[in-house]
């Protein structure tokens, strides 16, 4: 435990990714990678496997089950900690994270040990679950008079189900393979799926074989930058292709050896969530790999995001939201033909190929992408004017004799966006954050007027610069009207531009609209309460629904 | 009531007289030269003669400021005041007001942990006690302060082998200079400060407290390597143009909020360190206690829950509501009669 604890610390305790590579790289060679200057590393002793397929497990955002209710937990730690309810709730108000305030509310520790942290899980923490209210009680209490610290706070996030380190699966995977020497698209295939750190070891994790891995193997997905300068800077409109920008999730479909792989641009393995398309694969031939977006489709048009957001929330996916919500891919790559990488052909090559294999394949799950017709760059402007008419996000420009490119990179291909929707409302509550956010009020809920009242329409979270924020939470702390719990009901002053995405009917909602992302434009200190939008003017934004 | 809270700040009627007024008013008897409570404009100052050198710099030269030693009682219209060490920075006061043999104490801030910057706290018996409360939550408990500056000190040495600046923010009076004296044997390379730690280390140095060497940072000739230095800086230099030319850094905090880790992260710090110059929980309950006071007054910081704390345990506590802030992190440092950005 005091291992990975220091791992922890170490993650936590930088704002660099490099850093936390670096940091993850050491604990793992530790643990039997590539190690050839342990002592140099200030490692005196060698990480259990067993330890490091956990943090694996853990580092890459894995989850113990909660196996107390938390209220069970936060009353044993009043009665260890001598403090009364109310003051328990003030602290946690202050903290904004019940396993951090238990860890600070706690005497400091009485002894000390060095259990490892499989024994931690398989010992203590996997048998809570069946045991006695006392016999839990009792090991919970003994724990917490055994740790100190980041340990303490550790096993408290532990047992509250609620560990995360601040790093993504792929950082994990880029350590795993610099300690291993193993290629990084082998280790993210060998953790994807349901990899169980108790079944599975490390050192299969980290082994040098890869035959099992290379299939489901996708290529660095090639990004688009921001168009900035006139359509007419780009030369010629017929070196170009334009198509819609959909707004879905953005994705690769392998098809080699009779398998399916689907990815998504976080290279996470997600051909589960979309039965559709993975069974619309299998009619691809072998090594076949196309990019496309995934979109909520039915009837020939697009769905709402929220639509597909409602599935991906999903763990089992019922014949009712299939039905309701069903995926396709719409095409717009082709990257694999015949397993042969074909991104360094030309755009015009590779789409013509695209939609003669797609033409084969004859599966209603993939939609080549349509493009629009471009003579002049005018017709660019037209369609792109069109673009939120037709639920798209706004128009893609490629050039026709470039190659697929590696990450993001100038020049082959431009994303032309939509300005989001943008609206004047009033700050009606807010509330504190929690985590880094927390006893700072960055939870705000924003209003417009309805025949003279504020009625709330959105919530926003991010926008604000942190001196904004701070300013703001001071004022919200001076101008509260009521207190509900944790909300604050504050004095309608302060008008904020927002931004968002889309907006839709909805009955949930008492303003009778829900938008979508909505986010901070601009704190408008030059506009009064008054001169903030009306629920009229957001349902006259909504298109006629389709 | 001896003292009571009027328009412009905690007020003695029968000595016509404020404590640490938030207005300009005739007679002012002030705590500590932190800007919330000490401010300009009054006719004429009381403060302790260990504090008169950084509220002369605070407040101007031209000021009219008495300085009492620490226990000399001030007869003011009959009113016996005196100031006793409160142990937050240099030269800060806990205020005395005794008249027909009833005693009340303001505490202005204070602390009861070692600071080798001050005189250390002392306890002063009374019937009232005004009470500070920044941190008066059971979450504040300190670590102590040896094993804080030995994390500055290991987080500084390996900041220096990656080849980086350290970069510590810290309140630029009393919190810079009990890191900088905390620091003065550490054996911790060349030491740098931003201009307004600078300006005050001066008079820290003036009242004969030994801080580590400093050089000032905005003087250096340019083309200076910083790398492996550490540089004590104010919260409000963070994000700067200023702190570009130290190269790459890592930052620290040094305060008592950093014992939150959500403190830490959403200023997009790399470390925190846990040092403050206010009572923790623990302090601000046994302070209290052994002041024998029957009535407590708490005035600033985490008010409520002290309050009914107290209360339960049958104490006649309230929340008066001051405009004093304990330092908030990012206050501007003020210097009278001098602009000073970096």
Redesign the interface.
């Known amino acids: 435990m005091k291992a990975f604890a220091r791992l922890y610390a170490a993650i936590d305790a930088t704002m660099r990714t490099t850093e936390k590579v670096d940091a993850m790289v050491e604990y793992f060679r530790a643990a039997g990678g590539k190690s050839r200057s342990l002592a140099s590393l200030g490692m005196t002793e060698m990480t259990d496997p067993k330890d490091a397929a956990w943090a694996v497990y853990f580092l890459s955002g894995g989850r113990s089950k909660r196996l107390i209710p938390v209220r069970r937990l936060a009353t044993w730690a009043m009665e260890e900690a001598k403090i009364p309810e109310w003051l328990f709730n003030e602290s946690y108000e202050a903290v904004g994270d019940l396993a951090e305030t238990m860890s600070l509310l706690l005497p400091d520790a009485i002894a000390s040990t060095d259990i490892p942290l499989h024994r931690w899980i398989g010992e203590r923490l996997l048998p809570l679950g069946k045991q006695s209210e006392a016999a839990q009680r009792e090991t919970i209490v003994q724990a917490w008079r055994e740790l100190s610290g980041n340990e303490r706070f550790i096993w408290n996030k532990l047992i509250t189900g609620a560990f995360r380190v601040g790093v993504s699966q792929q950082l994990v995977v880029r350590a795993l393979s610099r300690a291993s020497g193993v290629d990084e698209g082998v280790i993210a295939h060998r953790l994807s799926g349901t990899w169980n750190p108790e079944g599975e070891s490390f050192s299969a994790l980290i082994a040098t074989e890869t035959q099992d891995a290379d299939i489901s193997k996708p290529y660095p997905f090639y990004l688009a930058y921001p168009i900035e300068d006139e359509l007419e800077e780009l030369g010629a409109p017929n070196e170009w292709q334009a198509e819609w920008k959909w707004d879905g999730i953005r994705s690769q479909v392998i098809r080699r050896e009779g398998r399916t792989f689907i990815w998504s641009r976080g290279e996470e393995l997600i051909t589960d969530r979309f039965p559709e398309i993975a069974a619309a694969a299998e009619f691809l031939p072998d090594g076949t790999v196309i990019d496309g977006e995934i979109m909520p489709w039915k009837d020939g048009k697009p769905l709402p995001f929220a639509q597909l957001q409602r599935r991906i929330g999903r763990k089992a996916l019922g014949a009712k939201i299939l039905s309701e919500v069903p995926v396709v891919s719409i095409a717009y790559d082709l990257l694999e033909i015949d397993g042969r990488d074909v991104r360094g052909e030309s755009m015009g090559w590779r789409r013509a190929k695209l939609t003669e294999v797609l033409a084969a394949a004859r599966a209603a799950a993939f939609v080549l992408s349509p493009t629009v017709p471009l003579t002049i760059w005018n017709d660019a402007r037209n369609a792109f004017a069109e673009a939120r008419e037709r639920s798209a996000e706004g128009l893609m420009l490629k050039k026709l004799d470039g190659a697929y490119g590696v990450g993001r990179r100038k020049g082959g291909w431009w994303k032309w966006k939509v300005q989001p929707f943008t609206a004047d409302a009033v700050l009606i509550y807010a509330q504190a954050g929690s985590g880094r956010r927390a006893s700072l009020h960055t939870d705000y809920t924003f209003g417009v007027w309805d025949k003279g009242t504020l009625v709330p329409f959105a919530k926003a979270y991010s926008g604000l610069t942190d001196d904004e924020i701070r300013e703001l939470d001071a004022w919200i702390r001076k101008n509260t009207l009521e207190k509900f719990g944790p909300v604050r009901h504050v004095k309608h002053e302060h008008v904020f531009e927002l931004g968002f995405e889309g907006i839709q009917p909805s009955s949930r909602h008492k303003s009778g609209v829900a938008v979508r992302f909505p986010r901070i434009l601009k704190w408008r200190t030059d506009k009064k309460p008054e001169e903030a939008d009306t629920i009229e003017t957001l349902h006259a934004l909504m298109a006629p629904t389709p | 009531m001896l003292l009571r809270l009027a328009e412009g700040g905690l007020y003695c009627e029968a000595g016509d007289f404020y404590i640490d007024p938030w207005e300009p008013v005739d007679r002012a008897v002030i705590t500590h030269a932190h800007g919330d409570h000490a401010r300009w404009g009054c006719s004429s100052y009381l403060g302790s003669r260990e504090g008169g050198g950084v509220l002369r710099t605070r407040l101007g030269p031209a000021s009219s400021i008495r300085e009492a030693e620490w226990g000399e009682v001030v007869d003011i219209n009959g009113v016996h005041v005196s100031l006793h060490p409160a142990g937050h920075i240099l030269g800060s006061a806990q205020v005395r007001v005794e008249h027909r043999g009833e005693v009340w104490v303001a505490s202005g801030d204070y602390k009861t942990d070692p600071d080798p910057t001050c005189t250390p706290f002392e306890l002063v018996r009374c019937h009232t006690f005004i009470t500070e409360s920044t941190f008066g939550?059971?979450?504040y408990?300190w670590t102590p302060e040896g094993e804080v500056f030995d994390e500055i000190r290991t987080w500084w040495s390996a900041n220096r082998d990656a080849g980086r600046a350290s970069v510590m923010f810290a309140y630029a009076l009393g919190k810079a200079q009990r890191l900088l004296a905390g620091l003065a044997d550490a054996d911790i390379g060349p030491v740098f400060t931003h201009g307004a730690v600078e300006r005050l280390n001066r008079d820290y140095r003036d009242g004969g407290i030994r801080l580590a060497n400093t050089q000032y940072a905005t003087a250096m000739p340019r083309g200076t390597q910083f790398a492996g230095s550490l540089i004590v800086a104010p919260p409000s230099a963070a994000g700067s143009m200023w702190l570009r030319r130290f190269g790459e850094v890592?930052s620290g905090f040094a305060s008592g909020w950093m014992?939150?880790?959500?403190?830490r992260?959403?200023?997009?710090?790399?470390?925190g360190f846990v040092l403050s110059d206010h009572a923790d929980w623990p302090a601000l309950l046994s302070t209290i206690e052994n002041t024998g006071a029957e009535r407590v007054w708490v005035t600033h910081g985490?008010r409520?829950?002290l309050v009914?704390?107290l209360t339960?345990r049958g104490l006649e506590a309230k929340a008066v509501v001051s405009q004093w802030t304990g330092e908030e992190d990012?206050d501007p440092v003020e210097i009278a009669g001098e602009e000073i950005t970096a």
């Open positions: 939550l059971p979450i408990r890592s014992r939150i880790r959500g403190a992260r959403r200023r997009a710090l790399d470390r985490t409520e829950p009914r704390w339960e990012n």
